[in-house]
């Protein structure tokens, strides 16, 4: 767990890099919150990377499925900031 | 943990007579070839219409079943089919398939659902009677056995759905794998991943489903190593054999488990994938899933193209949607490869006849409704005569023939 927990623009700034290291075609103006991860071009396998990296990058412990109903970025910030406040 | 000596004494898989390349079905349907590289699949297995749930069982098992003498055939106490393709809501698959495999009438008989877990639930079942030294010398069969309903529908689950069966026969005589008896983890709870509510309509939440299978797996895994002393991800399993929907989650399974429980292994990921793990899927690459069949297949593709030499531990890991999941182990040796190697998996799997785009989506419209109850049907074999008589070396096998009265009938051709 990381000391302090990270801000909301911290979290978006820290999925958004992950979002676009997984998926390195795509133009990071691209990611936008109300974009589901598929919209953005991620398959299946590229979805599970992207939320294992960036958990592991917020030092967050959650379980997969915690974001299997998650409509979109903008959620899922929420959901992570939730997360790193535990 | 007992003393006593218990696991698989015999395993075969049958996967079909014909096949389909992976590449003609995303080029068929327009799907997007960028996505093969995380998919990991090169063909899949197409079942033919006179092949149904209880024709792949027997055909699994019939190689089993007849090399055994009459008094060991005699010691199947206890015969279970698990599947996700029911034919009847009262009879059972195994009903059926015990008839025509010619076993005792003292025996015990039943069908199991669990979805893709469901035949690891039943070996586990199995293993406890067998070790249990209520009937000494006891053998029990379990069956795991589906066919294809997939369509245009599923998407990207189209080219990674299989077609078969695995047999898979348990004693104390554990010629293929000893069972670590005890040794085992699971993770049950209720998720709607995936679903069949009617016969030939699949439901699938492709995010909640692998979402699960990794869940169920870290956490199944992690009663295993709870229960037993020293358990360790990166160095307790030579091998490891993972159900496999399609290979490319195999490969995000293991790298996830890798991060979790051994951050610090001094090989990297991915040369352990593919000194542990790419055994176990050259088989399902070529097949596609089996559902509860499928982890037994990456056993069979790990017993005979691993480099091991001496006895070699193999973790094993069965998801079901559903959902419910099972970590287990076991140990194989150079035996293991000697005795599956008298089935000709990969002689069999290379004699399935290749078909085009035109041909599967064809086939679809017959093989769909296969499961669909009917008073009465028949299925014209010998519409299929030609394909049949282009697969080099094929043995005897059941074909089913049709439905009176909603009775099934079988014949051998």
């Known amino acids: 767990m990381t000391a302090v927990a990270p801000t909301r623009a911290e979290v978006e700034r820290i999925l958004r890099e992950v979002i676009t290291s997984i998926l390195p075609g795509l133009p990071p103006e691209a990611v936008t919150g109300g974009r589901h991860l598929r919209d953005l071009g991620a398959d299946s396998v590229d979805r599970v990377e992207i939320i294992i990296a960036v958990t592991v990058r917020l030092g967050v412990d959650v379980p997969l499925s915690t974001f299997s109903d998650t409509p979109d970025i903008d959620r899922m910030v929420d959901q992570l900031v939730e997360a790193s406040r535990r | ?413």
């Open chain 2, 1 to 413: 943990m007992t003393a006593q000596r218990i696991g698989i004494e015999a395993l075969n898989v049958y996967c079909g007579l014909a096949y389909l390349p992976v590449p003609a079905l995303f080029e068929g349907r327009g799907l997007d070839p960028a996505r093969m590289s995380n998919l990991m699949m090169d063909r899949r297995s197409i079942g033919l219409p006179f092949e149904d749930p209880v024709t792949n069982a027997v055909n699994a098992a019939l190689p089993l079943v007849e090399r055994l003498t009459d008094d060991e055939r005699n010691r199947i106490e206890l015969v279970v089919t698990s599947s996700e393709s029911g034919i009847d809501y009262s009879k059972s698959i195994t009903s059926y398939v015990h008839q025509h495999l010619g076993l005792s009438r003292d025996c015990r008989i039943l069908e199991v659902k669990q979805a893709c877990y469901a035949a690891t639930a039943a070996a586990q079942l199995a293993v406890g009677y067998l070790a249990s030294g209520l009937s000494p010398g006891a053998k029990a069969l379990v069956i795991a056995t589906d066919v294809a309903l997939v369509d245009a529908r599923a998407e990207y689950a189209e080219p990674a759905t299989g077609h078969g069966a695995a047999a898979v026969l348990l004693s104390d005589d554990p010629r293929v794998l000893t069972i670590d008896v005890g040794a085992f983890g699971n993770h049950s709870y209720e998720t709607m991943d995936t679903a069949r509510p009617f016969p030939g309509f699949d439901i699938a939440d492709v995010d909640r489903s692998l979402f699960a299978y990794l869940d169920c797996l870290t956490n199944s895994f992690a009663r295993y190593a709870a229960k037993v002393d020293g358990a360790d991800f990166a160095t307790t399993f030579d091998y490891l054999v993972m159900h496999t929907p399609f290979a490319g989650l195999v490969r995000a399974a293991h790298r996830k488990m890798m991060r979790e429980f051994a951050p610090a292994a001094p090989v990297s990921v991915d040369a352990d994938f593919a000194q542990r793990l790419v055994p176990s899927l050259v088989y399902p690459r070529i097949v596609g899933n089996l559902c509860s069949g499928s982890v037994y297949l990456g056993l069979c593709s790990l017993i005979d193209n691993a480099g091991y030499t001496d006895g070699a531990r193999v973790g094993l890991y069965a998801y079901g949607s559903g959902c419910s999941a099972e970590f287990y182990s076991g140990v194989i040796g150079p035996q293991s490869r000697t005795e599956l190697a008298r089935m000709g998996i990969a002689e069999r799997l290379a004699a399935r006849q290749e078909l085009t785009f035109a041909d599967y989506v064809q086939l679809i419209k017959e093989n769909q409704d296969k499961l669909t109850p009917e008073e009465n049907r028949d299925v014209d074999v010998s519409r299929y005569a030609d394909l049949i008589g282009r697969v080099p070396g094929r043995p005897r096998m059941l074909a089913w023939t049709g439905i009176r009265n909603y009775h099934r009938r079988y014949e051998w051709v």
